[in-house]
């Protein structure tokens, strides 16, 4: 979006591999809305660079407000996260019932202004913000005559103010290992962004294959070739109807990664979004990260959406973002060592696996060509007020 | 019956259609296919040095990027012992077309400095290749040397060449040589068996919507045979009927190899034409030619060649410039 650049990141100067596909993901999600995030962030890459203490590249504004992170395991990160956000959610609950409770000591004019602002914009956010501190300075100018609600509520204002919970992690954790956590969270239905960094292999442990690879890479694990294709997360994301999905290639299309970002915090149910990542596993000449993400994107090999889920009867949720192929996905993977040791090796299965690459990615196109025009609506009840959400 | 066959690099061709390098030549798959449609020799596209380096350098590269950096992991791909690199696929490839090829397979060499170009020459020798084209593709972008130094260089580079080599060699020119009577003469005398005319250059366009370079290459055009045909027309009474000559560039019909034999070419080439076509095309260009030396009364392709040469003009250049003034006059004529 116009102007999202002049943001100021709160992550910065990470350790990771120059010419790394995943951070510029980080430092824009950070530029959007790093003054109000939580991050779950599972073991690999990104815990690693994200963490090379006693330095993090997280980091935090002028008014001391940057992303909360923390690091957990492969297999739990997706329910680590999911804590968070009912942590949150608890906490948040318990505020609003203080702030009704102490409504006669607070005003009504606070306590309104505290409970009603939707916070569906940053204004409205930063608006929050003042009506929290004023709330701060209540609770001071009360004391001890506010009583042990008091007391509590100054504990929990700041959960007054909307914040976002990011789980994020490579493939290796939300296609493999921390798949089974993830298809749980994103089936409660709670207010919660996945961002997968997909760099199609375990990048930080050297490059072994998971469910991400495509067909006919060559990975460890995987040294004659993938022989299978590439598992379709966001088709298992989308078929819960209510997640909101997002395939994102920031090289390709800037404006729609952004978008997709601030969509996926905006929506009020759990939001995955799946961001390609070039990286060394890919064995390309890594200044030409961003390029070679256009190109993924202009071959059909990694093609953008976003599936926006509706309430409304007559709704399409899935919008392709990308166009019509324009390249073959042949000459997309030449630029790849992945591949381009199998057509050395093995030039036989290589053209196998390349012909079958290439019905893969026309095969998808199909697909999502006849997404693009199904109606479908998410069975929902009466809109609840902001803060009771699920 | 006519008689098609004509010699070429040595031995005796079934017709004077030979396939140049493409990508159809590439392949054992495609080259029979292209043999099956008439070709009477196949050209491989080139071996090219730069391709060579460039990929051993750049895949080992892309390979080793982080390796030994990480406390968790010393290299990001599996271990592969030794890939066979570019020359060995080339040679590979070669070796297989020669294996189910029933006419001569000719193989193409455009390398950057003068030690390689004898060590692949070699091997392609070895390789089975019946002769050699040399692809002399050079830029003279350098404003610091002259054209007498490139030339010594090019010719040297032939000379290399010939010495290490016992098969037949060509050597495909490009049309920007300063004298190109004399280079041809002297690329004969450093050991050229014949001489290819003439090299097509790569010349990029610009996508003024991406801001970028367009480099794909633009195929032939029958009229680009104009220039081929004027040279070869000039360098055969020159350079004598003991050195070969293929014309190439623009020839895309059976009348394009009329005109080419005419002026003394031994072998018409084509490329952009199959490419365009199919391999099937030689087929209808072979008919086209055979059609009209019927109509015209020609037995024999040798009774054809050279026919239209410039042998019994005493003054080659002042022909070509009374020519130019007069094809001037014609147009300004027409056009008023």
Known sequence: MKGSQVLQPLFEFSGACAGCGETPYLKLVTQLFGDRMLVANATGCSSIYGANLP?????????????????????????FGLGMRLGLDAQGRHAR???????PALGDRLVQALLENPQDTEEQVAEQREHVEALRASLRDLGAAGGGDAERLATVAGNLVRQGVWLIGGDGWAYDIGFGGLDHVLSSGRNVNVLVLDTEAYSNTGGQASKATPRGAVAKFAAAGKSTGKKDLGAIARAYGNVYVA?????????????????????????????YSTCIVHGIDMATSMTHQKDAVKSGYWPLYRFRPSEGEEGQPFTPDS????????????????FAILERTDPERAHLLSDLLQADADERWRYYEQLAGMHRTVPHEQPVEIGERP | MIDLTTRYLGPDLRSPMVASASPMNAEPATARMVEEGGA?????????????????????????????????????FPTVEAFPSVSDRYLARLEAIKAQASVPVIASLNAA??????????????????????????VAADPRRTATDVEASDLEVVSSVRSSLGIPLSVKLSPHYSSLACFAQQTVDAGADGLVLFN???????????????????????????????WIAILRPQLGPEVSLAATSGVHSGTDVVKALMVGADVAMLTSALLQHGAGHLRTVEDDLTAWMEAHDYTSVTQLRGSATQATVDDP????????????HSWATTGA
């Open chain 1, 55 to 79: 330095t993090t590249p997280w980091s935090a504004n002028a008014e001391g407000r940057g992303p909360a992170w923390s690091n957990s395991l492969f297999e739990d990160n997706a329910e």
């Open chain 1, 97 to 103: 019932e203080l702030v009704t409770r102490l409504a």
């Open chain 1, 247 to 275: 395939q994102i290639s920031m090289g390709a299309n800037e404006l729609q990664t952004t978008k997709a970002l601030l969509e996926a915090d905006a929506w009020p149910g759990p939001s995955l979004v799946i961001a």
């Open chain 1, 323 to 338: 166009h019509t192929p324009s390249i073959p996905v042949r000459d997309f993977v030449a630029a790849e060592a992945r």
């Open chain 2, 40 to 76: 009477a020799a196949l050209v491989l596209p080139s071996l090219f040095e730069e391709e060579i380096l460039h990929e051993d350098v750049e895949l080992n590269r892309s390979m080793e990027v982080g390796a030994g950096h990480g406390a968790e992991a010393l290299d990001y």
């Open chain 2, 113 to 138: 400095s003068p030690g390689s170009w004898s060590t692949y020459a070699q091997l392609i020798e070895e390789a089975g290749a019946d002769a050699l084209e040399l692809n002399l593709y050079r």
């Open chain 2, 200 to 230: 097509r250059f790569y010349q990029p366009d610009i996508d003024l919507e991406q801001l970028d370079v367009v480099n794909r290459i633009e195929l032939s055009r029958p009229w680009e045979l104009r220039l081929p045909l004027r």
């Open chain 2, 317 to 328: 250049s002042a022909f070509e410039r009374a020519n130019c003034v007069s094809a001037l």
